[in-house]
């Protein structure tokens, strides 16, 4: 089995930063592509950033120049740095991950997600 488990979520005010970290855990032949999702109250789960296997990233025009996604392949981990948050990127932030797993001697592709993390940022 395997599993995506998210940390660093709090509560912080408007222009300090937080940093979130995601590592997976369990039976993992590769990792292709991690992302970071939010989801705000009354709002569709959207995406932050997401990094390739290759490190290639990209960035949702609202956050683009705040955050900065990272992975440590070592450790099956991404990161995410927020820097100057906003009220607006109050949120629950998920995580979500293509999982390479051998099954039956086959390699197959997991989409996976994190339980989620709560970001607050009070103005």
């Known amino acids: 089995q395997v599993q995506l488990v998210e940390s660093g979520g709090g509560l912080v005010q408007a222009g300090e930063s937080l940093r979130l970290s995601c590592a997976a855990s369990?039976?993992?032949?590769?990792?292709?592509?991690m992302s970071w999702y939010r989801q705000a109250p009354g709002k569709q789960r959207e995406l932050v950033a997401g990094i390739t296997s290759n490190d290639n990233t990209n960035y949702s025009d609202a956050v683009k120049g705040r955050f900065t996604i990272s992975r440590e392949k070592a450790k099956n981990t991404v990161y995410l740095q927020m820097n100057s948050l906003q009220p607006g990127d109050t949120a629950v932030y998920y995580c979500?991950?293509?999982?390479?797993?051998?099954?039956?001697?086959?390699?197959?592709?997991?989409?996976?997600w994190g339980q989620g993390t709560q970001v607050t940022v009070s103005s």
């Open positions: 369990g039976s993992i032949l590769s990792i292709g592509t």
């Open positions: 979500n991950a293509d999982i390479r797993r051998m099954r039956q001697g086959v390699v197959r592709s997991y989409d996976t």
